[in-house]
């Protein structure tokens, strides 16, 4: 299998480990902050081109879907031609992708540069996690994991706010162009400093890659379109998430019987199937809330898409705080002592966000929100680093495969889940306005109904809560202490 020609990691994490993980975080972050400031300008896109609401969400239902369709093959490239050269290879396609987004001259220009951006973009963060955990073997993971984590989840919320005020300041195009001179160099610090990876002659899986590549390319554009209002009630809809799980189904019958584009005898590792659930489940809530918690800002309270990025912040504060204590911890103790007390932590701060209304105190969501993200911090990096743990490096590349195609969909099915719940809610508690209570409302008409509104994204918090508990339940299986780690390499 691919390997790094690193020197073979000590404890602690020296300066080639630190080198090394601010050069992928420089590709990563771009990425992260792209894909969530384009979010915001849906609404100027739609006047831009004079195209429907309904036309922009392929914007970004394109870029899902090219990221989703080239997360399984990444293992399986990283192995044949060397983690460099594919990370590399990610870097110049989010590249080309974003130049080409910023020139779009009509609709189905940018949604096609979008999707090509996409593929450049789903390879970026597992090769990431594949260098990183390489080069720092079992006893460094959570330490480098929460290296890594933090800047990503500080994209993540800065994405928006950075959205917002390219949009107001120099217009939605810059959104893709000021990816280009922190791109170059990125591609030039991976040049110098990547350490040269040693390509493994490895075959394609070609009837693995059809069977899942298609399969969770479906799957995650179904779950796209069941959570639009009435799409669950579109047969077309059905059509699509039940292809995606035969489609899928014949993978897992396909890759029990030899060698796969991601190997399933990786679940015989109790660490990493522990991980892997935990990742899902965690995903599906994180993503959930990460829905209702935007929209309430907007839609209950009347704020911008500047103001709510900004209101938003003490999420990542939290995990500021969290990520390298839990990082330290991990490697001490275990992740199966770290990620249930992150998961308790998430659920208290969700707690709080279930008896909403429509004038909760800015400083107690502030408050909980800040607990929340106390509780990502513990919680995604130290599972993912478990996931690792519990593998000999040959392993990883195609443990990150599988590891990001399984969040992936999760944070599908989180999405769609809470935003049908949602809307659902907003149904029964303000029946008069139907879809159109998430669009801009009149200021005297949000306020009659505010009270109503707050109530349902309440009941959705709820939801949330439910579905955050269920992951305490394999975060107790994970290892602790030195449990679950490999006796070589």
Do not use: K
């Given at each position: 299998m691919a390997t790094l020609t690193a020197p073979a990691p000590s404890q602690r994490l020296d300066r080639g480990l630190v080198t090394l993980g601010i050069v992928v975080v420089l590709g990563a972050i771009m990425s992260i902050i792209d894909a969530t400031a384009v979010n915001v300008a849906t609404r100027t896109l739609a006047d831009d081109f004079g195209a429907s609401i309904t036309s922009v969400q392929w914007v970004l239902t394109g870029y899902m879907l090219g990221l989703a369709a080239v997360?399984?093959?990444?293992?399986?490239?990283?192995?044949?031609?060397?983690?460099?050269?594919?990370?590399?290879?990610?870097?110049?396609?989010?590249?080309?992708?974003?130049?080409?987004?910023?020139?779009?001259?009509?609709?189905?220009?940018?949604?096609?540069?979008?999707?090509?951006?996409?593929?450049?973009?789903?390879?970026?963060?597992?090769?990431?996690?594949?260098?990183?955990?390489?080069?720092?073997?079992?006893?460094?993971?959570?330490?480098?994991?929460?290296?890594?984590?933090l800047p990503m989840l500080l994209g993540s919320v800065a994405g928006p706010i950075v959205g917002g005020l390219i949009i107001s300041t120099a217009g939605w195009r810059w959104i893709f162009l000021a990816n280009l001179p922190?791109?170059?160099?990125?591609?030039?610090a991976a040049l110098r400093l990547l350490p040269r990876s040693e390509p493994r002659p490895a075959s394609l899986d070609v009837r693995g890659l059809l069977l899942l590549c298609a399969g969770v390319t479906l799957f995650v554009y179904?779950?796209?379109?069941?959570?639009?209002?009435?799409?669950?009630?579109?047969?077309?809809?059905?059509?699509?998430?039940?292809?995606?799980?035969?489609?899928?189904?014949?993978?897992?019958?396909?890759?029990?019987?030899?060698?796969?584009?991601?190997?399933?005898?990786?679940?015989?590792?109790?660490?990493?199937?522990?991980?892997?659930?935990?990742?899902?489940?965690?995903?599906?809530?994180?993503?959930?809330?990460?829905?209702?918690?935007?929209?309430?800002?907007?839609?209950?309270?009347?704020?911008?898409?500047?103001a709510t990025g900004l209101l938003l912040t003490p999420q990542a504060l939290g995990a500021a705080v969290a990520m390298p204590l839990a990082g330290r911890l991990t490697d001490r103790l275990g992740a199966g002592v770290v990620v249930p007390t992150g998961v308790v932590l998430g659920l208290l701060g969700t707690?709080?966000?279930?008896?909403?209304?429509?004038?909760?105190?800015?400083?107690?969501?502030?408050?909980?929100?800040?607990?929340?993200?106390?509780?990502?911090?513990?919680?995604?990096?130290?599972?993912?680093?478990?996931?690792?743990?519990?593998?000999?490096?040959?392993?990883?590349?195609?443990?990150?495969?599988?590891?990001?195609?399984?969040?992936?969909?999760?944070?599908?099915?989180?999405?769609?889940?809470?935003?049908?719940?949602?809307?659902?809610?907003?149904t029964v508690q303000a029946p008069g306005l139907g879809g159109s209570a998430l669009a801009p409302l009149p200021d005297a008409t949000r306020i009659a109904v505010a009270p109503h509104l707050a109530?349902?994204?309440?009941?959705?918090?709820?939801?949330?809560?439910?579905?955050?508990?269920?992951?305490?339940?394999?975060?107790?299986?994970?290892?602790r202490g030195d449990a679950g780690r490999p006796t070589s390499g």
């Open positions: 997360i399984p093959v990444t293992g399986w490239a990283t192995e044949r031609f060397g983690a460099r050269r594919v990370w590399i290879t990610a870097l110049l396609l989010f590249l080309g992708g974003s130049a080409l987004s910023g020139l779009a001259w009509s609709m189905p220009a940018l949604i096609a540069f979008r999707v090509g951006q996409g593929i450049g973009g789903g390879m970026i963060i597992p090769v990431a996690q594949t260098i990183l955990a390489q080069a720092a073997g079992p006893s460094r993971m959570g330490r480098v994991m929460g290296f890594i984590g922190l791109g170059v160099i990125a591609v030039l179904g779950t796209t379109e069941a959570g639009r209002p009435g799409g669950l009630d579109a047969p077309r809809t059905w059509t699509i998430l039940g292809t995606a799980a035969v489609l899928i189904a014949l993978y897992v019958l396909h890759a029990r019987r030899g060698e796969a584009l991601i190997d399933i005898a990786l679940f015989r590792h109790r660490g990493f199937t522990a991980a892997a659930v935990t990742n899902v489940v965690v995903a599906i809530a994180l993503f959930g809330v990460l829905v209702l918690l935007p929209l309430y800002w907007q839609v209950v309270r009347g704020h911008g898409p500047l707690a709080a966000y279930t008896q909403i209304h429509a004038d909760t105190p800015v400083t107690l969501l502030a408050a909980a929100l800040f607990v929340i993200g106390l509780g990502l911090g513990a919680t995604i990096m130290p599972s993912m680093a478990a996931a690792y743990q519990a593998l000999p490096p040959a392993l990883i590349p195609r443990a990150t495969s599988a590891i990001n195609t399984l969040q992936r969909m999760g944070a599908s099915v989180g999405t769609t889940a809470l935003a049908v719940i949602l809307q659902h809610e907003i109530t349902a994204f309440g009941h959705a918090f709820w939801i949330a809560l439910v579905i955050g508990a269920l992951a305490v339940i394999p975060a107790l299986l994970l290892p």
